[in-house]
């Protein structure tokens, strides 16, 4: 996966998703939006094959980068957890 961060304060990133789709942007989007310090997580494209632009803010002096890579990190637990459930059966 290759990222192009746009914009990075104290309280908002913008980061560019080369190669993603909706299906991505929206899981990491709603995971994103589960932490209590997120104000806004939200992705746009331009034009319907342009790569997606990642936009959170925060409250509270969160790191958005941290709420990204906490948001990534679930996503993956739930992953790992899923693939084990099916292994087991």
Known sequence: MEIKVIELKDD??????V???HTFMNVLVDEILKNPEVDVANYSSEFHFTDPVLLVTT???KNPLDAIRE???????NCTGLIEIL???
């Open 12 to 17: 908002l990133a913008r980061i560019m998703f």
């Open 19 to 21: 190669g993603e789709g």
């Open 59 to 61: 409250k509270n002096g």
């Open 71 to 77: 948001a990534a990190s679930a996503i993956s637990g």
């Open 87 to 89: 292994n087991n059966s």
